[in-house]
C-alpha cells in the first residue's frame, strides 16, 4: 500500500531541506506526535546524511528510523520504519521525503510512505489503516509547513 501526500511551503528548498534533512535528528521541535528524539549513530550513516537514524518517542509508542536513502544534491530522504506498537500484520513500513524547489521562494514537500500488509488483514483492515496513516502524514506536512514559515512549532497537540 501507498500513500502520497504533498504540500506547498512559502520559503526556499534549501531552508526546507535543512529542517527535513540536515535537521532530521531534530524532528521533535516542529513535529507534534513527537515528545522527544535519540539520534542513533550506532550504524556509518550514509554519505551526507546527519545520522544513521533516529528514535521517537510518540504518543503510539516508540518508533524506529534508520535512514536507507539519503541524497543532498536531490534533497530526497527514505527510511525504514519500526513501531513498537503495530499490529503483527503490519509489515515493511518505508518513508521518503523529497524537497523540490518552485519558483517565487516556493517549496513542495512530497511524503511517499509504503506500507505493506499482510494477507488477509490488507483487505480487512486495509482502508482503516490507509485512513490513519494519511492522517498522520498530512499532520506532519502541516507541521512541517507551520514550522518553515514561522520558526515556530504548531501549539496543537496532534491527535492520531
Known sequence: MEIINKIIINASAEKTWNIVGQGFGNADKWLSMISSIKVKNDNTPLDGAPCSGRVCMT???????????????????????????????????KNTWNVVSLEDNQTKVILDFK???????????????KSKMGKIMKISLKDLKHYVETGKSRTDKAVV
Not at 116 to 122: S, T, V
Request: aromatic letters at 14%; glycine letters at 4%.
Open 115 to 129: 506500507m505493506e500488509i499482510m494477507f488477509p488483514f490488507n483487505l480487512l483492515m486495509g482502508f482503516m489503516m
Open 59 to 93: 504518543d503510539i509508542g516508540k518508533v524506529d528510523e534508520t535512514i536507507t536513502h539519503y541524497d543532498e544534491t536531490n534533497k530526497k530522504l527514505s527510511f525504514d520504519i519500526k513501531v513498537e506498537k503495530m499490529p503483527f500484520f503490519v509489515k515493511d513500513l
